[in-house]
């Protein structure tokens, strides 16, 4: 998601499944270098796939939220309302 600044604040709850494949896409990012140092294919596989389960289980758990913000706006007040709404 690209970063713009917003004419108005507004939180949106992100679905679990999308909130499961940006967590994943997320810290697959930090990991990349570190696998593509690694010789070995089968535990970077491995740690790929226990990567996603856990970005899964999150997104099970935590709700996840879209801010857009104005650079003058109160966003926090949206994400209060949106996290009140969410638990």
């Known amino acids: 998601m690209p ?3 917003a ?6 709850l992100i679905k679990k499944s ?10 697959a990012e930090i990991m ?9 294919e089968d ?5 790929r796939l226990k990567l ?3 970005a899964v289980e999150m997104s ?3 709700p996840a939220f879209q801010l857009e913000a104005r650079l003058d706006g109160k ?8 996290i009140n709404l969410s638990v």
Request: proline content about 0%; charged content about 30%; aromatic content about 14%.
């Open 75 to 82: 966003f926090w007040e949206e994400m209060g309302k949106a």
């Open 3 to 5: 970063y713009n600044i």
């Open 43 to 47: 535990l970077a596989t491995e740690q």
């Open 60 to 62: 099970k758990r935590i």
């Open 18 to 27: 999308q909130a499961a494949v940006l967590t994943f896409e997320s810290s």
């Open 7 to 12: 004419k108005v604040d507004r939180v949106t």
């Open 32 to 40: 990349r270098r570190y696998w593509s140092l690694s010789s070995r």
């Open 52 to 54: 996603f389960n856990n």
